[in-house]
T-cell receptor, first 111, second 114 residues
């Protein structure tokens, strides 16, 4: 029962362009939504989050958008840089400690 | 600035053997977690400890036990390893309360059961 889904296993973009990573969820009880970034042989690192009372959160080049009615969130990276190449995980949580993760999207930014 | 430290980094076990994965954090976090990562599955929660002295099952607890030894340490034990437990295991920690700031993860333990 995957409650958080990332339907695109991979994404390739040109340096300087926008990267858009998508995520869908099924559990309407989720209140917090997060994105993590993971490099090979390292643990995931927290990138940005949004709570269900907002529809947008911005941090530098990274913006997360939340559409609660569609149960959909997305991460925009503008402009994309080669160092952004990594696996990005979408995650969601209620007010408990049970955070659910998507399967990840591998982003490749080409110079 | 150690953060979350996991040992060992790599391990190969034979089916039926037991082992304990160790995890320690130095950020004074109350909550700690064990996840496993499998291809195409993302990270799945095995067990978590919301605070010292408490542990709870996550999404995939079967075949595992945990111990919250103190506030810093949270160990994961495989009593009788099976090939299905071949995976990368991540320990994480966080402050209590809403997860606005995410979890801090260790670098993982790659376990192979043959």
């Amino acid at each position: 029962d995957q409650q958080v889904k990332q339907n695109s296993p991979s994404l390739s973009v040109q340096e300087g362009r926008i990267s858009i990573l998508n995520c869908d969820y099924t559990n309407s009880m989720f209140d917090y939504f997060l994105w993590y970034k993971k490099y090979p042989a390292e643990g995931p690192t927290f990138l940005i989050s949004i709570s269900s009372i907002k529809d947008k959160n911005e941090d530098g080049r990274f913006t997360v958008f939340l559409n609660k009615s569609a149960k959909h969130l997305s991460l925009h990276i503008v402009p994309s840089q080669p160092g952004d190449s990594a696996v990005y995980f979408c995650a969601a949580s209620g007010d408990n400690n049970d955070m659910r993760f998507g399967a990840g999207t591998r982003l490749t930014v080409k110079p | 600035n150690a953060g979350v430290t996991q040992t060992p980094k790599f391990q190969v076990l034979k089916t039926g053997q037991s082992m304990t994965l160790q995890c320690a954090q130095d950020m004074n976090h109350n909550s700690m977690y064990w996840y496993r990562q499998d291809p195409g599955m993302g990270l799945r929660l095995i067990y978590y400890s919301a605070s010292e002295g408490t542990t709870d099952k996550g999404e995939v607890p079967n075949g595992y036990n945990v111990s919250r030894l103190n506030k810093r340490e949270f160990s994961l034990r495989l009593e009788s390893a099976a090939p299905s437990q071949t995976s990368v295991y991540f320990c994480a920690s966080s402050e209590q309360g809403p997860p606005n700031y995410g979890y801090t993860f260790g670098s993982g333990t790659r376990l192979t059961v043959v």
